[in-house]
């Protein structure tokens, strides 16, 4: 399993286990950069506020990003301006903007993180993109985003033209995060690890119960997973989960310090970081549709020989993935659950995970604390999103596409029988005549789990590069045992007793 440079250069805090029955102001779901930053407003709002991760806080998507903390986005200003509205587009280069204040003043204020302010780059290598790149930069522009468009980015390899984007941002995620949890602690905020929430339920107060019989009730809620835990069909279902990779060279002297994203489909990003283990460049992209491919190894040797041939011979000394969360129209969801009064959701970040989480925990803040928020009804989850419609269907054909065949079919049946399987490694197979999700562990003991993803029923597929179970269908995916790793699926993996 790959490991990201974050984890490798910095040490986790320790967490216990949330046991019992208590009460809170606010109970926050997930301890990525969504919660703790919602965690961080609201407890200098006055608020009693309990923070549960199912892993521990700060161990999950927040430490497998490459955390570019940038205004541009990735679905482009040109089509926001046309799909959505002007407005839409200026209201998300302000917010970005802000959010890289946000995490510029709270990494000053807490001593951590390595901030440092660079210039961002959308450059292409092909001619066929700079009519396009034109007017990417035109629209951000329009947005009231500092850029300018040049005849070529700052890159020791050839290119067409660049936008480039003034005064970006670039940090250590989790020796961020990590402080950020010690200053939350030192405020009286709670926060537990290993504490896995199996239903939210609205109300006056609303209650967060967890998979140990632990019930914690709650003026608010706030879920902020990756994939949101909750309400399977009016918000899982319009969500669509990537891979996407990411590699860390040692940096040289002449590498470039700002940000770096082309034009390609799918696309690369580039930057250099500071850590505690030296200096380092990171290249990052390859993304795909979770649970859709096995020989995910193969990701990792494309962004070597991408990075070799434009930086030079290296080693790679990190490999890691992420999961990447993208709505109908490319906008995040942050604010009321649909249907709810006081439980609040955020995902679907794409690309911007440091600063739309930040955006969508500073909304949630102001919608729980009464205040008013200029984006609460771009970003609702109870938006409709009609110019998305196409994107909305042919997104959700995954599941009609996999479900049938996979319940019918011996379609992804990858071995014929448990003894074909290496140590470490998982394959599908038929035992006893019924598809089997088989994992042999590194003692070479065989466990075996039903391949039905407890979600919505489709088949699970083995993942190589992370050792995880992926499901193609909403992107759940499950440690080699079966324990969930991402959501939406909320239940493991079912175990088979071999007969
Ligand atoms: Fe929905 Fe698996 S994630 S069926």
């Known amino acids: 399993m790959s490991r990201s440079l974050w984890f490798s250069s910095t040490e986790s805090p320790a967490f216990t286990r949330f046991e019992g029955h208590d009460s809170a102001d606010v109970v926050i779901v997930g301890g990525g950069i969504t919660g703790l930053a919602a965690a961080d407003l ?10 549960v991760d199912m892993l521990r806080p700060g161990a999950g998507e927040s430490g497998h990003t490459t955390a570019h903390l940038t205004s541009a986005f990735d679905r482009g200003y040109d089509t926001i301006s046309r799909k959505i509205s002007r407005e839409a587009a200026s209201l998300i280069a302000s917010a970005s903007e802000s959010a890289i204040d946000w995490l510029e003043r709270r990494s000053r204020s807490l001593g951590a993180g390595r901030f440092e302010r660079v210039d961002g780059w959308l450059y292409t290598e092909s001619e066929d993109d700079v009519e396009s ?5 035109a629209a951000s522009e329009e947005a009231g985003l500092r850029c300018s468009f040049v005849e070529r980015a700052p890159l020791p390899f050839g290119n067409r033209g660049a936008v480039q984007y003034h005064d970006q941002g670039k940090f250590h995620p989790l020796e961020f995060l990590h402080a950020l949890i010690a200053d939350l602690r030192k405020n009286g905020c709670r926060l537990f690890g290993d504490s896995k929430v199996v239903k939210v339920e609205d109300g006056r107060p609303c209650f967060v119960e967890l998979d140990n019989g632990g019930r914690i009730e709650a003026t608010d809620v706030v879920v902020a997973t990756n994939v949101p835990v909750i309400n399977r069909i009016l918000l899982q279902t319009r969500l669509y989960a990537y891979r996407t990779y990411a590699i860390a060279l040692p940096a040289s002297n002449d590498d470039p310090a700002g940000l770096f994203f082309d034009t390609m489909s799918p696309y ?3 930057r250099t970081q500071e850590t505690s283990e030296g200096r380092f460049l990171i290249v990052g992209g390859e993304d795909h549709r979770t649970g859709t491919e096995t020989e995910t190894a193969v990701h990792f040797e494309n962004l070597h020989r991408y990075a070799t041939e434009r930086f030079g011979e290296r080693r790679m000394t990190h490999q890691w993935s992420g999961q990447v969360i993208e709505t109908p129209d490319g906008l995040p969801y942050a604010g009321r659950n649909p249907g709810a ?25 102001s919608l729980v604390t009464g205040e008013f928020h200029p984006m609460e009804k771009l970003l609702s989850p109870k938006r409709i999103e009609l110019r998305a419609l196409k994107r909305f269907i042919t997104g959700n054909l995954e599941y009609p596409r996999h479900l049938l065949p996979d319940r019918l079919t011996n379609v992804n049946v990858s071995a014929d029988s448990v003894d074909a399987i290496p140590k470490g490694e ?12 088989a994992y042999r562990d590194d003692s070479g003991a065989l466990h075996l789990l039903s391949t039905i993803c407890p979600h919505l029923g489709c088949d699970v597929r083995w993942n190589q590069a992370e050792a995880s179970w992926d499901c193609p269908c909403h992107g759940s995916r499950f440690d080699p045992l079966g324990s969930v790793r991402n959501g939406p699926a909320r239940r493991d993996l079912e175990k088979i007793e071999p007969s």
């Open 341 to 365: 009064e006081h439980v609040f959701v955020a995902t679907g970040y794409a690309g911007q995970g440091f600063t739309m989480g930040t955006t969508s925990a500073r909304l949630i803040a």
């Open 268 to 270: 690369h990003y580039i």
């Open 133 to 137: 790149l034109r007017r990417e930069h």
């Open 42 to 51: 609201l407890t200098a709002a006055g608020k009693k506020v309990i923070v």
């Open 426 to 437: 998982g394959r599908i197979v038929k035992v006893d005549g019924k598809k089997t999700a």
